[in-house]
C-alpha cells in the first residue's frame, strides 16, 4: 500500500462504566474520519459523553461479510477508520474478524489500542491461575 493508505485502529471500550475510557481511545476517536461500530446507537452515547462527532458505520455480525470490502476501500483511498464494539475489545467475541483479515490481506495497516477486555477482566477477579488459561467464548444469556 502506499503512504497515502488509512490505518484501521482497533479501540478497545468500557465494559460498563463510561471512565474506563482510556485517553489514548479518546485521541483516536478525535483524529480518525470514521467509526465504525456494532452498534451506532450504543456507541453513539460514549461518543457524545466524550463531545466526539464523528461519521459512523454501522459494522455488525448480520452484515460484516458484506460491507468490509467497502471499509477496506475507505482505508486504501486514505481514511483513518476505528472499530469499536459495544463493549470491551472488538474482535473477543464481537464482530472485526472479516474486516481484519481483509486489511491484513490489502497491506493495510491495522493498529489494536489495549484497553477494557471482559474476559481478562473477569479472569483477574476468578481467583484461577492467571499465568495459563483458555477462552473459548462468553456463556450464552440463556444458561
Same mark, same amino acid.
Given at each position: 500500500?502506499?503512504?497515502?493508505?488509512?490505518?484501521?485502529?482497533?479501540?478497545?471500550?468500557?465494559?460498563?462504566?463510561?471512565?474506563?475510557?482510556?485517553?489514548?481511545?479518546?485521541?483516536?476517536?478525535?483524529?480518525?474520519?470514521?467509526?465504525?461500530? =456494532?452498534?451506532?446507537?450504543? &456507541?453513539? %452515547?460514549?461518543?457524545?459523553?466524550?463531545?466526539?462527532k464523528k461519521p459512523f458505520f454501522a459494522l455488525h455480525d448480520h452484515n460484516e461479510q458484506e460491507k468490509?470490502h467497502i471499509l477496506v476501500e475507505k482505508l486504501k483511498q486514505g481514511s483513518n477508520i476505528a472499530l469499536? &464494539?459495544?463493549?470491551?475489545?472488538? %474482535?473477543? &467475541?464481537?464482530?472485526? !474478524?472479516?474486516?481484519?483479515?481483509? $486489511?491484513? =490481506?490489502?497491506?493495510?495497516? *491495522? *493498529?489494536?489500542?489495549?484497553?477494557? $477486555?471482559?474476559?481478562?477482566?473477569?479472569? $483477574?477477579?476468578?481467583?484461577?491461575? &492467571?499465568?495459563? !488459561? $483458555?477462552? =473459548?467464548? !462468553? !456463556?450464552?444469556?440463556?444458561?
Open positions: 500500500m502506499t503512504d497515502l493508505t488509512g490505518i484501521l485502529y482497533i479501540v478497545a471500550t468500557p465494559i460498563g462504566n463510561l471512565q474506563d475510557i482510556t485517553q489514548r481511545a479518546l485521541e483516536t476517536f478525535a483524529q480518525v474520519d470514521l467509526i465504525a461500530a =456494532e452498534d451506532t446507537r450504543h &456507541s453513539g %452515547l460514549l461518543l457524545s459523553h466524550y463531545g466526539i468490509a469499536i &464494539s459495544d463493549a470491551g475489545t472488538p %474482535l473477543i &467475541s464481537d464482530p472485526g !474478524f472479516h474486516l481484519v483479515r481483509q $486489511c491484513r =490481506e490489502a497491506g493495510i495497516r *491495522v *493498529v489494536p489500542l489495549p484497553g477494557a $477486555c471482559a474476559a481478562i477482566t473477569a479472569l $483477574c477477579a476468578s481467583g484461577i491461575a &492467571s499465568d495459563r !488459561f $483458555c477462552f =473459548e467464548g !462468553f !456463556f450464552t444469556r440463556e444458561k
